[in-house]
């Protein structure tokens, strides 16, 4: 059975930093684009970040470039999300998914089979 596991998150004042964790268990998410999203309250669920199973490459939605990375430790079956100069409007569940296995990472939440059940993360002014 797949799981992931979201931890990390949390209350910070702006311009801190906090370091999401995503715990993965049931695949090998080295195989697996992995990809992390968020959503605000009465806002969609929307993109952050993403990082291919294969190439290394990543991407990022435009608000969080230079501020956020995204990365993977194989050997734990995680993948974390570094979040710095957090803003307020930062403040959002924030969801790691999975795509399927070999698949190219996208920015599309439909693309996702696999989702965690979110950690918060609250910036204050």
């Known amino acids: 059975q797949v799981s992931l596991v979201e931890s990390g998150g949390g209350l910070v004042q702006a311009g801190g930093s906090l370091r999401l964790s995503c715990a993965v268990a049931?695949?090998?998410?080295?195989?697996?684009?992995m990809g992390w999203f968020r959503q605000a309250p009465g806002a969609e669920r929307e993109f952050v970040a993403a990082a291919s199973w294969n190439s290394g490459a990543t991407r990022y939605a435009d608000p969080v470039k230079g501020r956020f990375t995204i990365s993977r430790d194989n050997a734990k079956n995680t993948v974390y999300l570094q979040m710095n100069s957090l803003k307020p409007e930062d403040t959002a569940v924030y969801y790691c998914?999975?795509?399927?296995?070999?698949?190219?990472?996208?920015?599309?939440?439909?693309?996702?089979?696999?989702w965690g059940q979110g950690t918060q993360v609250t910036v204050s002014s």
């Open positions: 049931g695949l090998l998410s080295s195989n697996y684009p």
């Open positions: 998914a999975a795509r399927s296995r070999f698949q190219v990472m996208s920015i599309m939440t439909s693309d996702y089979a696999f």
